[in-house]
């Protein structure tokens, strides 16, 4: 009986998260909205397509993303509320860098920067060098409007 009740629940919750449906909005107000939830995007460029896989909450990216240049896996973010820990990779699959972000939001205005070590790597995975981003000195960083 035991067997038989831990297979249904099982069915169950694959039934229930097979039916998760993907690139949904959340009403935030009559004017309006955020992403929410699961996410696929797509972006051709001139050499491919990337496609991004991850999850939103309350309109920001959480969580782990993953992002694919023509299927291969390029990059896997970890994000964790405004700290982004990135690894981005070589067409085989080894690391070519690795690091951490910080994205700071306010009203007006979105603030992203690198910060601490970020270690780069060759093709055969031996570390190359080592670029210190200092949080107070916010270069290699983008800015843009809301």
């Not at 297979?7 to 992403?35: A, M, P, T, W």
């Not at 981005?88 to 690795?98: A, M, S």
């Not at 306010?106 to 060759?122: A, E, P």
Request: glycine share 8%.
């Amino acid at each position: 009986m035991d067997k038989l009740l831990s297979l249904l629940l099982g069915v169950l919750f694959l039934q229930i998260s097979c039916n998760s449906k993907l690139n949904q909005y959340r009403e935030v107000s009559d004017s309006q909205r955020h992403r929410h939830g699961k996410w696929i995007e797509k972006d051709n460029v001139a050499g491919g397509e990337f496609l991004m896989k991850g999850k939103y909450k309350n309109g920001e990216k959480a969580g782990i993303w993953r992002t694919y240049y023509n299927g291969d896996l390029f990059q896997k973010d970890r994000i964790k509320d405004s700290i982004i820990l990135t690894k981005i990779y070589f067409p085989d699959g080894k690391i070519k860098e690795r690091g951490q972000s910080k994205l700071i939001i306010t009203n007006d205005l979105r603030h992203w920067f690198y910060f601490g070590d970020w270690k780069y790597y060759n093709q055969n995975g031996e570390l190359q060098y080592i670029k210190t981003y200092h949080p107070n000195n916010q270069f290699d960083s983008i800015s843009f409007l809301k």
